[in-house]
Nanobody, 122 residues
Framework: VQLQASGGGLVQPGGSLRLSCVAS????????IGWFRQAPGKKREGVSF????????AYAHVVNGRFTISRDNAKNTVYLQLNNLQPEDTALYFC????????????????WGQGTLVTVSS
């Protein structure tokens, strides 16, 4: 099982990016998916979560209203749309698959991608 996150890059404040999490060896449609990020010198934190295509997604307070999580089951991919990016959003972003009882708890995920770097700077 592999998860591959991509789509990161350098963007100016106020800009947008779309991150992708593509899976091989597992059907993401049947897995809850979380997006996490880790800024330099900080702990990894939960950003967003989707348990299924029909569920209401969850967002960390600091990104609510700016980030949107979505699924494309035909492409076995989960996306994270990042809008109105700010310098404090700079981090390595990870996707993870599992069946967490609490979505922001890292230890409850079975599979992790390698991360994609988002840098917000003018």
């Amino acid at each position: 099982v592999q998860l591959q996150a991509s789509g990161g890059g350098l963007v100016q404040p106020g800009g947008s990016l779309r991150l992708s999490c593509v899976a091989s060896g597992v059907t993401l449609e049947y897995y809850p998916i979380g997006w996490f990020r880790q800024a330099p010198g900080k702990k990894r934190e939960g950003v967003s979560f989707t348990s299924s295509s029909d569920s209401v997604p969850a967002y960390a307070h600091v990104v609510n209203g700016r980030f949107t999580i979505s699924r494309d089951n035909a492409k076995n991919t989960v996306y994270l749309q990042l809008n109105n990016l700010q310098p404090e959003d700079t981090a390595l972003y990870f996707c993870a698959a599992g069946h967490p009882t609490a979505w922001a708890v890292l230890d409850e995920y079975d599979y992790w991608g390698q991360g994609t770097l988002v840098t917000v700077s003018s």
